[in-house]
């Protein structure tokens, strides 16, 4: 497998060609590169023979000779990870009160109830059977569902305002805990670092 790919700031380790397995043919190797003046940060030319999770396996032509190399990918640093962030906030979103529903919305879902099995397998025809019930909804039926949607529009604003309390003493007292996470976790990536 051979590729054009240009890959820098990478750990290089040579290797001798196949067929000759001597240490020293491996140090004269280096020590011819370094005299030719192959020094870090050189760019050389070769071809990727393989590819591998932490690197590439490589070829290069050194005058007569062919070596063959393992390309390794240098340890870039990560970022600290924000899982345990992400986790709290998506528990503090699911306890946001559900939107409000319109009047419209309280009769679709009676009507849907009622209608369903007469149309089943047809969904559009239904949706627009609903559609013209509403429009020929007498004023005073019509009234009904408009006030079911006034009370939910009640129900959202009280639970809301309790919603919103809870999230600004949750962000109050996490900001601190935030930090102390944040500094855990880049202890945490130091360490595995090390090892």
């Known amino acids: 497998m051979s590729t054009d790919e240009t890959l820098t700031d990478s750990q290089f380790q040579l290797v001798p060609a196949y067929g000759s397995s001597s240490d020293n043919m491996r140090e004269e190797d280096v020590k011819r590169l370094v005299e030719n003046g192959i020094q870090l940060g050189s760019k050389i030319e070769g071809i990727i023979d393989g590819k591998f999770d932490k690197g590439y396996l490589v070829t290069i032509k050194m005058g007569s000779q062919e070596l063959t190399g393992v390309l390794y990918h240098s340890a870039s640093p990560e970022t600290p990870r924000r899982r345990k962030k992400k986790a709290k906030l998506s528990h503090v979103y ?34 627009k059977e609903i559609g013209n019930n509403w429009r020929n909804l007498s004023p005073s039926d019509r009234e009904v569902f408009q006030e079911k949607g006034a009370e939910d529009i009640e129900r959202y604003k009280r639970e809301m305002a309790v919603y919103k309390s809870f999230v600004d003493s949750f962000a109050a007292g996490s900001v601190a805990a935030t930090d102390n996470a944040v500094a855990k976790a880049e202890a945490e990536d130091e360490a595995e670092a090390g090892l």
């Open 94 to 127: 699911s306890l946001r009160p559900k939107f409000p529903r319109s009047g419209y919305n309280f009769f679709f879902s009676e009507e849907y109830k009622r209608l369903k099995a007469a149309y089943a397998g047809q969904e559009h025809y239904l949706t």
